[in-house]
């Protein structure tokens, strides 16, 4: 079946504004997974959804970042008067449970000028 | 606190040759531990996994190994092809943890 999928691919933004970044995961998996990796760096966690509530949002950097889910599917991300230190690919993951193997999407990859 | 790290940033092999990329661990509690493949504009592809009940286990051309007694996880790869030259993450799950803590990785690179 199709895999994790996000969207933009690449978005360019001016310092300020928002984004939304968008993911969909394998249909049928209750657990989604927001990660941030900056360049040449390991995966940084975000947020944690189990159906559509977020049990874990330990992850977010501060109060600009948020992310909601509807319909146990679709996930958006959002970034609110965007900084350039938030320049970074945005990844997505999605798995059948909370403790199995999750699947990443491609990315979003943000530049904030 | 507790992290996961790789001991080599880059590693370079020449095509058929075995390659082994490590990784260390401090966290007891960890019982799950995850290989991941990320090439170059692309999000991670899981490989292989291993819980802490085992030390060894194969995939495809893939071996994980863990030493719970040195906390070191390694990944080796056989007859390594251009096609295997990546970023190779492993990361780490306590139990009971949803969340794995992933490390900087590896850039393997793979000379024809």
């Known amino acids: 079946g199709a895999g994790v999928s996000q969207s933009p691919s690449n978005k360019v933004t001016e310092k300020g504004k928002d984004v939304e970044l968008r993911c969909d995961p394998i249909?049928?998996?209750?657990?989604l997974y927001w990660y941030r990796q900056r360049l040449g760096q390991g995966l940084e966690f975000l947020i944690y959804?189990?159906?559509?509530?977020?049990?874990?949002k330990s992850g977010l950097p501060s109060d600009r970042f948020s992310a909601e889910r509807t319909g146990e599917s679709v996930s958006t991300l959002t970034i609110q008067r965007t900084q350039q230190e938030d320049s970074a690919v945005y990844l997505c993951?999605?798995?059948?449970?909370?403790?199995?193997?999750?699947?990443f999407g491609p990315g979003t990859r943000l530049l904030v000028l | 606190g507790e992290s996961v790290g790789l001991h080599l940033p880059t590693l370079s092999v020449q095509e058929g040759d075995n390659s082994i990329i490590n990784c260390a661990y401090s966290?007891?509690?960890?019982?799950?531990f995850i290989w991941y493949k990320q090439e170059s504009g692309k999000g991670p592809q899981f490989i292989i996994d291993?819980?802490?009940?085992?030390d060894k286990r194969q995939g495809q051309r893939v071996t994980v190994l863990l030493n719970k007694t040195v906390k070191h996880l390694s990944l080796q790869i056989a007859a390594t092809q251009p096609g295997d030259s990546a970023v190779y993450f492993c990361?780490?799950?306590?139990?009971?943890?949803?969340?794995?803590?992933f490390g900087r990785g590896t850039s393997l690179i793979v000379h024809p």
């Open positions: 993951a999605s798995s059948q449970g909370s403790l199995e193997t999750q699947y």
């Open positions: 249909s049928g998996h209750t657990a």
């Open positions: 959804f189990q159906g559509n509530s977020a049990p874990d």
């Open positions: 966290n007891s509690a960890s019982d799950y």
């Open positions: 291993i819980r802490s009940n085992m």
């Open positions: 990361a780490e799950r306590a139990g009971g943890s949803y969340i794995p803590t």
